[in-house]
């Protein structure tokens, strides 16, 4: 268990819209096959630079508090590969000397920072950390691949952690996490290191886009998870009708559905998949936000916090709010 | 104050080497210019896929032991953007089912790797943690721009880090870092994300090639480690010739050297320039393997680990061993 607690949440989402209307004769769908197919009714399209979305998100996420000690870009998308994403998040938000550095976990970025930071926030490396997550998956999308280009939108969101004061209750209550190698080609995006590189005469044009099988890693992943997830929550004597928020990866309709199949409570359930899409990293935050924000959140609350990534891996976390 | 132990460390560099000779012609330079302006004497050249380098390195490290519960990719260059580069050296490795993920934070990628891993397994979240590094300059080198051209070399470091046991007195004592954006394009490659796109046609071919400005970077980097470092050992009733082994990135020559004009001593700093170059992240952890097979490396020393990294970032630990 981590003694941390979520001080701040924030979201940052393009004011540009592009609807599955918008986007069915590109990819050679109706809209209802969007709809149906991904849940997916509108998605974002980033109209800044994507330092600038973090830091949008961090600025609410920090409120009136002092800055934080250590800003973790927890994101998928790159600016660049040197120097690091978070070295511009902390250039856009106006700061200077804060040690920064970033955690890529595809998807799951967020949630493995939120252990991973949470550890050095327990353990005392720091007071009060920022983490970040800001996609930009637009134009990175295949449109010959209807399925994956229809889910993905763009949006940041941020959330600052900080040790829970004495006699509050907030913690990280739990963590578990697998990787399974032999779904590495499940999700991929080739290019952007060493396999694709543009210059050489041999590269390909589509290892430059991002490419899913999205029924094979759902099939995967789904019972993967499952077996975290409920000894995880059976252990820590909750049942899933008793967990106050389940806040997942928005990976599809289907995919956030598929907690309700299982037994969770819809009203609990964050499912911003059909607004906004799959925001890669950003989407887990983002709905942790919204879960913040609603009326009957309370201090005390159990949150399940579940997802899937390319690799494959699968990962969950129970929260006390 | 972390109480962690590496308890096993391993290296692997390409059989392949290229002399200052080699490359002196290639940078309209002579030999005995980078000889004494980078201090690099030969670098390997690699000639294997980035993830077995970093499985061989790992092996090494892991030895006779069980598997690791935990396996973090702690480099620079990727292997692709999605998956991370972690699910590629698990696969490597042979494993299935073990989670993996990737901190990025330029050529301090191992040092922030270290403390934050650390943290994780101080505060219980895993038992055994592997820390991989596995780097591959030399493809991404400008041959226009000599002093980096002629620093970059290839090769992979691994650490695998447990709780120390009862009794024992192993730890990562302090660690201390900051980042200052205002030298984010001291060291670039603009490449590999949002900002530079391969297949938009304003994008230009040097945006896939590392740049760096040595003189700034160093000017700015040396002074602000300094002011971390100081303090930091002298909080520890240490002194500089007091200090048993001083483990720094390779970041050049002079870059190394400097720590004996601050007044470390010269037998217990490791230096690997003049053998292997700039090895970017997997530079430290290669000279942590070199320290702990040292005859005179005892349990119990006391080391500096410190290093820049772009961002600028600058970082310092101490560990005892």
Redesign the interface.
């Known amino acids: 268990m981590?003694r941390i607690k979520v001080v701040g949440t924030g979201i940052h989402v393009p004011e540009r819209v592009e609807t599955a209307e918008q986007l069915a004769s590109r990819i050679g769908r109706s809209a209802e096959w969007i709809r149906t197919r991904t849940g997916v009714g509108e998605r974002r399209i980033a109209d800044r630079p994507?330092e600038e979305m973090g830091a949008s998100a961090a600025r609410q996420a920090l409120g009136d508090g002092p800055p934080p000690d250590v800003?973790v870009n927890v994101s998928?998308?790159?600016?660049?590969?040197?120097?690091?994403?978070?070295?511009?998040i902390?250039?856009a938000l106006g700061?200077?000397?804060?040690?920064?550095?970033?955690?890529?976990?595809?998807c799951?970025?967020f949630l493995?920072g939120l252990?991973?930071?949470g550890?050095?926030v327990?353990?005392g490396?720091y007071n009060r950390a920022l983490l970040v997550s800001t996609e930009?998956g637009t134009?990175f999308r295949d449109l010959a691949e209807a399925e994956s280009a229809a889910l993905l939108g763009d949006g940041a969101a941020a959330a600052v952690i900080e040790r829970t004061p004495e006699g509050e209750e907030s913690a990280l209550l739990d963590?578990r996490?697998?990787?399974?190698?032999?779904g590495?080609d499940m999700?991929?995006?080739?290019?952007?290191?060493?396999?694709?590189?543009?210059?050489l005469p041999q590269?390909d044009?589509n290892?430059?886009l991002?490419r899913m099988k999205g029924t094979r890693i759902y099939r995967l992943a789904k019972g993967r998870l499952a077996e975290l997830l409920f000894p995880m929550i059976a252990e820590a004597g909750l049942t899933p009708d008793s967990v106050d928020w389940v806040v997942p990866h928005q990976m599809s309709g289907p995919g956030v559905e598929a907690f309700v199949e299982a037994g969770f409570r819809r009203a609990r359930l964050i499912n911003l998949v059909n607004r906004f899409g799959n925001c890669i990293a950003a989407s887990l935050p983002m709905a942790l936000h919204e879960m913040a924000h609603r009326p009957e959140c309370r201090r005390g609350d159990t949150i399940v916090l579940a997802g899937t990534?390319?690799?494959v891996?699968v990962?969950c976390a129970l929260l006390r709010w």
Chains 1, 2 share one sequence.
């Not at 998928?76 to 511009?88: A, E, K, R, Y």
């Not at 700061?95 to 595809?106: L, R």
């Not at 996490?177 to 032999?182: E, F």
């Not at 999700?187 to 210059?199: K, L, N, S, V």
């Open positions: 981590l994507l800003i998928t998308t790159p600016i660049q590969l040197i120097p690091d994403t978070s070295v511009f902390q250039h700061y200077d000397g804060i040690p920064s550095f970033s955690i890529h976990a595809t799951l970025s493995v252990h991973t930071v550890s050095l327990h353990s490396g930009t134009p963590f996490m697998r990787t399974w190698p032999t590495r999700a991929e995006f080739r290019g952007g290191g060493i396999r694709a590189q543009p210059w590269h044009p290892d430059f991002f990534g390319a690799g891996s990962a």
